[in-house]
């Protein structure tokens, strides 16, 4: 296709939104996917996607639309991730675009991520086209909202698309927009190839696909490239677009968007941000990367039965063949054997990777309670970066700690700006400065330790402001802090699994409400477990299990079978989510308390 007629735009948005419903009309309008075949959100095709509501991945996808002047356009477009935890997709994304549509709904207005978002497509000189959602709804404020692109966004709002992915209005518009508003993409066709990576994914019979967005030259089946970066040879098995299910093509040319088959068995081999080049007469520089998504959180994850840490470790490396942000490394506890130590985007990207190891692998597992990355600088000069709290140094060998601290920014309305300064300096949070964007809407910055964000701030963020807030955040630097290692005992021994890294005028709280949550999970057992919380061998607090007096079977007077059988299978159904630590069985929540503390 000529470039003159080709349009590569990405959907960008704050989560609910509407970007996935709008795509799934726009792949309706152009006719790229029958009525017939239509399901909602169609573009999110992990099970949890769908089950969630939520996008995980950007999804590219090619349609052809023939506009107003007659002329048939080829638009690659992207459906991106809302959730902070996957920004990183979204930029990836972005490098592929020369425009984005910038989706606010109508009702809800700008809010943390459509700032997060509209900066992140900013930074990289893409045309934005705003576009105001879901207008059907009667409580609907356009004018409010467009008010908001433009204070808080510095985004010319006069012409802003108002549409409906419910109704369809206004995506017509939309198509139209895209036409006129953004530029086609600009490259040399007679040039080396030059093709950006912005995504890989491991196909089980094709091997690893590459979605590639070709900056100069062309590409076809049989071309031998090379990775400038990893330095990788392939041979292109096959090169195609997805309508959204791929479809071979004689080539990729010059700015167009498409995917390419590489007959690899490693998508490490294929890291997205590398530049495809010919393998002769190509380019050694590569094209500029993006940034690379960092872990903010760590957690332990342990097979529940000790037989299943094979199956585990090869779970974790075929999720990371599309998972380039997930890191590892294998951590041995003396409370829960062997297992693994895994870096996550965020506490919704760990739980989705929990949830897929345990539905798509059928694993049972363990996780501990979730850690940031702490700067260890010891006595002796060196600095180690602890991940576990069961690696912390011993105390006479530390100088002292740091901790990562993120920039977050909240939107509210101004009703609610004393509830979030109380819970947000609770969670030691230092306020930077806050700006009206509209009567309706103040816009707070933050710092803040991420230790503070993974327990349970948003959650309570929502539930004091009603569900109005939304939060963004990013890394800001690291900190000095008064932390110290928080242990927690199980009859007299220290079990590491349980152990966490606390501010120091918090610990006295902590560990004593823990140990009262762990008195109430903690099932009784044949014997008295005591449960103390401790730190440097100096208890804080205490609690106790008491000792269960009857067999439950005593109950059912021997005579009732059926009754009898159901029982016993509800206790093995509860034994799944509990790991026996010495003598005592402990469940899953139990490591999970940590998080719920407040
Ligand atoms: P995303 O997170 O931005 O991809 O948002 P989704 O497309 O998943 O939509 C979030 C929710 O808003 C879903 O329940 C949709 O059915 C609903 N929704 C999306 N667009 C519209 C709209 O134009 N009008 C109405 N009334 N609801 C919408
Ligand atoms: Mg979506």
Redesign the pocket.
Known sequence: TDPKFIRNFSII????????????RILELTGTVSQRDME??LL?TMDIERER???IKSQAVRVAYTADDGQEYQFNLI?TP?HVDFTYEVSRSLAACEGAVL?VDATQGVEAQTVANAMMAMNADLEIIPLI?????PSAEPERVKGEIEDGLAIVADDAIL?????GVGVKDLLEAVVHLIPSPEGNAEGPLRALIFDSYFDPYRGVVALVRVVDGSIKKGDEVRLVNAGTEILVEEVGARHPKEVALPNLSVGEVGYLVTGLKDVSQVRVGDTITSRVGGVTEPLPGYREAKPMVYTGLFPIESDQFEALKEALEKLSLNDPALEWEMENSHALGFGFRVGFLGLLHMEVIKERLEREFGLDLIATAPSVEYHVYKTNKEMVSVHSPQDMPDPSEIDHIEEPYLRATIMIPPDYVGAVMELTVAHRGTFKTMNYISPTTVEQIWEIPSSELILDYFDQLKSRTKGYASLDYEFDEYKPGSLQKLDILLSGKPIDALSFIVHKDKAYDRGRVLCEKLKDIIPQQMFEVPIQAAVGGRVLARQTVRAKRKDVLAKCYGGDISRKRKLLEKQKAGKKRMKAIGNVEVPQEAFMAILKVD
């Open positions: 948005a704050h989560i609910d939104h509407g970007k996935s419903t709008l795509s799934d909602e959100q999110d509501g939520i996008t459906d809302g989706v959602n879901k207008i059907d709804l549409a409906s992915g419910k109704t």
